[in-house]
Nanobody, 114 residues
């Protein structure tokens, strides 16, 4: 399974971005999908996660600002990010579970700066 993330970029504080991540390859039934992020000098952390059925989990730092969603028919997970803050600056990685395996994309850079 390969994951391709897109949608990152440079945005001013208070702005919005929408990340997308498409899974391809040997897919028969993807389970949970999610977004993590890693800022320079920090550990990778969970941002949001969504089960195949649509149940969601969010980091406290993004609740009320970020929304995760998925399209199972397109094997795609999205992350709508609103009210962005400089502390949201990081490389964002998507992942997906299938059976007992977890797959990761390469990441997309999000920079929040004026």
């Amino acid at each position: 399974v390969q994951l391709q993330a897109s949608g990152g970029g440079l945005v001013q504080p208070g702005g919005s971005l929408r990340l997308s991540c498409v899974a391809s390859g040997s897919i028969f039934s993807l389970g949970a999908m999610g977004w993590y992020r890693q800022a320079p000098g920090k550990q990778r952390e969970l941002v949001a996660r969504i089960t195949r059925g649509g149940s969601t989990t969010y980091a406290d730092s993004v609740k009320g600002r970020f929304t995760i969603s998925r399209d199972n028919a397109k094997n795609t997970v999205y992350l709508q990010m609103n009210s962005l803050k400089p502390e949201d600056t990081a490389v964002y990685y998507c992942n997906a579970d299938q059976v007992l395996d977890r797959y990761w994309g390469r990441g997309t850079q999000v920079t929040v700066s004026s």
